[in-house]
């Protein structure tokens, strides 16, 4: 029964905006980090880097999430994140949509 349980939870979309950019950003699992990307998004990232899920498996280990700037307007939301990964502080900016209840990644760049 737990294991369906974990499944479920992580087939949930994300409540807030924060959830789905640390869900991406600190995933569970590589799956779940690519079921927080809004599917325009998700092809536009697979053509350039490849399939998401094999590059996800692949991507270091995070920690030290901050949030910072958090801006929610109506059913689109920008934020920016500071976190730790193979020794280096990385400072992104994402924009989000919600969509159906769940919080999409639409877009996301370094700064």
Known sequence: MLPFLVAVFLLAGARTPQ???????????????????????RRQIEA?????????????KTSHLVFSRVTVTGTHAKLQIAYQANGRTLRESYTLVRSKGAWLITASRQL
């Open 48 to 60: 350039a880097y490849g399939p998401c899920v094999a590059g996800m498996a692949r991507n270091p």
């Open 19 to 41: 959830a789905a950019v640390q869900r991406f950003v600190h995933p569970a699992s590589a799956k779940d980090a690519c079921a927080q990307l809004a599917p325009t998004y």
